[in-house]
């Protein structure tokens, strides 16, 4: 017999988290909306702190690779510190499944108390290493973690994604 270890919560979280699965499962039903599902119910967890206990709650990504990263942003970006803070925050709002950064520009800006066109500009300078893979939406932009720097993805669809994905590239000494 093999035993279980069960994270304890709550009552009243217990019964939100219930809540959830019962929204995902219903949203689910209209996979036309994923991408604002998604959003919707990441914004509901994130608020109320409802973070699935039982799931990783890690982002592999290796010391050389974040290494590089850090040393190319204090080097090489405008706005280094700030640059470095929001590569961290990053970390802390990705959607783990699908590796989609859930900070609106904005969010991300109030957390740093910046203003929101340094965050675009840095995030131009993560796209342009490819820490980042930023996809067209409409009128807007949606962010990604790149897989080949950062994923949490199970193994077969990690496969499929790192190859799918742009090489990181850091110049003058680091990686390429």
């Not at 919560?9 to 219930?18: A, W």
């Amino acid at each position: 017999m093999s035993a279980h270890i069960k994270r304890l919560q709550p009552k009243d979280k217990q019964v939100k988290q219930e809540l959830i699965q019962q929204l995902q499962f219903l949203l689910d039903q209209f996979p036309e909306h994923e991408s604002k599902a998604t959003s919707l119910l990441w914004e509901i967890k994130r608020k109320n702190k409802l973070n699935d206990p039982n799931t990783w709650t890690f982002i592999m990504i290796s010391p050389e690779q974040n290494l590089a990263v850090v040393n190319w942003l204090t080097s090489k970006s405008k706005r280094p510190l700030n640059a470095v803070k929001l590569w961290a925050l990053l970390f802390d709002n990705v959607h783990r499944e699908t590796g989609q950064i859930m900070l609106t520009r904005q969010e991300i800006a109030d957390e740093l108390r910046i203003q929101s066109a340094n965050v675009t500009r840095i995030m131009t300078e993560l796209e342009s290493i490819n820490a980042i893979i930023k996809k067209k939406n409409g009128r807007g932009v949606t962010y990604y973690m790149n897989p080949n720097v950062a994923n949490h993805y199970p193994q077969e669809i990690r496969e499929i994604s790192q190859k799918e994905a742009p090489k990181l590239k850091l110049i003058d000494g680091g990686l390429i």
